[in-house]
């Protein structure tokens, strides 16, 4: 390994996944020819999570690992061909003005430039009662863990706890699977943070109507059961049995490796500034839904964005950015204003968001009948931002693919946005 | 250069057609239809379009 902060380590991406991989390709297109690694904690190249809860849990072939990572493995660009990929390998601390990195197996990495892009882990739920029989879907491991357990089933009572995007997802997979299934929210009905209220109301009819059950506003407090999970106990005291419990409850940033570097905001992922330059540090950016940077198609205030298109766009910005730094160059001043976007697919009715609509006080009805999802409706979401009105995201349920170009051109500025298309 | 889209995979999502219009369309039943060759010039939106495929369908052969 090289001497800390060395000069010709090269760039050292931390974190193996799609904001891994998007970095290191737009750091070679960005003319970052040197030495390039990518530190991945998962022992599996990149692959790209969303058919995770979807094609991957719901493929009825055997769960082979070398054949499911096939699925959804992602293509690498000839350009990163000499990328030295470190899978298996954990960062456990940094030292940033040393540009030193610690290795859990006690080795140690310098390098000239870094790329922060360890992303979230699930948030698990820490109460009372057995841990075996409770499963998470962030990573390919998870999935085939949970697969397993079902072909050992029959028409296995599963209890998913939350009701967000993975979780709706997850249930409507499982319900596709034979299971019996039943979603706790204490929130509200589904994905109401980011449908608002009364979309998100009628998801939750167009579901149960279709056999997912919904418990909603009411939380869990502790899983019955000796060894194994046999059922969930709700706040309210009520019992559900269960053969298998989900848990989907959101995600904790993976910064722990970052603690102890002074001026670094860690309180919730890592602070950047429009140009994905962590504040703090030197010759460092980050990329990915670990990155809190402003966009000021919202307004000026550093969010992170869970979105599945978020890594590419930061990784098209971070990169270029590292670039100039690394030559002594002021970073290009163009204000980024990248689209956010994501799907999902839920049984009969597929998603399509642009923009932030987790973001909006008021939801606009433009298109079509709540009870009525399947044959489409555009759903428009405002905010005031300094008493100004402002379009920041559209939700679009079964329209046809064909509208997706005139609802993403909603969002952008062509006399802002660079990269950003 | 060469593309190619695995259409056992596709589920014409449509994000290629928004970052590559003059390689990729969605036609009038709402499915996928492209160009299996396309000139050099268009290498930056064809892998703008690749990338962002939410089932990661599409490939270049040449790149």
Not at chain 1, 143 to 153: D, E, K, N, P, Q
Request: one cysteine or more; proline letters at 6%; aromatic letters at 4%.
């Amino acid at each position: 390994m090289s001497e800390p902060g060395a000069h010709g380590a090269g760039v050292v991406v931390v974190g193996g996944s799609l904001a891994g991989l998007r970095a290191a390709e737009q750091l070679r297109a960005a003319g970052h020819d040197g030495p390039l690694r990518v530190v991945g904690e998962e022992p599996h190249l990149p692959y790209n999570r969303p058919p995770l809860s979807k094609e991957v849990l719901g493929d009825p072939g055997d769960s082979d690992l070398e054949r499911l990572h096939g699925l959804v493995a992602f293509r690498r660009r000839a350009s990163v061909a000499d990328v030295d990929f470190v899978l298996g390998a954990r960062v456990e601390g940094s030292d940033l003005e040393a540009r030193k990195l610690r290795l859990a197996d006690g080795t140690h990495l310098g390098y000239d430039g870094l790329v922060v892009a360890t992303g979230l882990r699930p948030r698990r739920l820490d109460l009372p009662g057995p841990s075996l029989g409770r499963y998470v879907i962030r990573t390919l491991d998870d999935v085939i863990t949970l697969r397993l357990r079902l072909a050992g089933a029959t028409d296995p009572r599963v209890v998913v706890v939350g009701g967000g995007f993975i979780g709706t997802e997850t249930a409507c997979t499982l319900l596709k699977l034979g299971c019996d299934v039943t979603v706790v929210e204490p929130f509200g009905a589904p994905m109401e943070r980011v449908l608002g209220a009364d979309l998100a109301l009628a998801v939750q009819r167009h579901l149960t109507a279709q056999g997912v059950r919904f418990l909603t506003g009411v939380g869990v407090s502790g899983f019955t059961g000796e060894a194994h999970v046999a059922g969930v106990t709700l706040s309210d005291g009520r019992e559900l049995p269960a053969d298998l419990v989900v848990e989907a409850v959101g995600s904790v940033c993976n910064t722990e490796w970052l603690e102890g570097n002074p001026g670094l905001d860690l309180t919730d992922g890592v602070l950047c500034d429009d140009r994905l330059r962590v504040v703090g540090a030197s010759r460092t950016v980050a990329v990915g839904d670990i990155a809190r940077f402003p966009n000021v198609l919202v307004d000026d205030v550093p969010r992170r964005v869970e979105h599945w298109s978020i890594p590419t766009d930061t990784a098209k910005r971070a990169a270029p950015t590292l670039v100039a730094l690394l030559r002594g160059e002021e970073p290009d001043t163009t204000p980024f204003v990248p689209v956010p976007s994501f799907w999902s697919d839920q049984l009969d009715l597929r998603f399509q968001s642009f923009g932030s609509p987790g973001l909006a006080d008021e939801v606009e009805l433009a298109e079509g009948d709540l009870d009525r999802l399947a044959d489409g409706v555009l759903a428009l979401y405002h905010r005031t931002v300094a008493g100004e009105r402002r379009h920041v995201g559209t939700v679009a349920v079964n329209l046809p693919p064909k509208r997706q170009r005139e609802l993403r051109a909603a969002f952008l500025q062509p006399d802002l946005s660079k990269g950003t298309r | 250069m060469q593309i190619t889209v695995d259409m056992k995979r596709c589920q014409d999502h449509g994000q290629c057609a928004i970052a590559a219009p003059d390689v990729f369309r969605i036609n009038d039943e709402g499915r996928l239809e492209y160009e299996p060759t396309a000139d050099e010039s268009l290498r930056d939106e064809v892998e703008e379009a690749a990338d962002v495929c939410p089932v990661q369908a599409i490939a270049l052969l040449d790149g």
